[in-house]
């Protein structure tokens, strides 16, 4: 499941978020240890994934379509 982005506009540029924590499990602390993705694209470019799933399908869909 891919959210909509969280899209913001910073000195010109367009800042978009994405994330899917529905599949994410958690061990003893309120952090996601797999199963969940966080990606940050700045004017289109990939600058920011936080993810345990690089080879994930949404994942490059998402890179890819952006």
Same mark, same amino acid.
Do not use: H, Q, R
């Given at each position: 499941?891919?959210?909509?982005? /969280?899209?913001? /506009?910073?000195?010109?540029?367009?800042?978009?978020?994405?994330?899917?924590?529905?599949?994410?499990?958690?061990?003893?602390?309120? /952090?996601?240890?797999?199963?969940?993705?966080?990606?940050?694209?700045?004017?289109?470019?990939?600058?920011?994934?936080?993810?345990?799933? /690089?080879?994930?399908?949404?994942?490059?869909?998402?890179?890819?379509?952006?």
């Amino acid at each position: 499941m891919i959210v909509d982005p /969280e899209e913001f /506009e910073s000195s010109d540029s367009k800042i978009e978020a994405f994330w899917d924590l529905s599949g994410a499990k958690y061990g003893a602390g309120p /952090e996601p240890i797999e199963g969940f993705y966080v990606a940050v694209l700045v004017d289109s470019e990939l600058t920011l994934i936080l993810s345990n799933m /690089e080879d994930d399908l949404a994942i490059k869909n998402l890179i890819s379509s952006s």
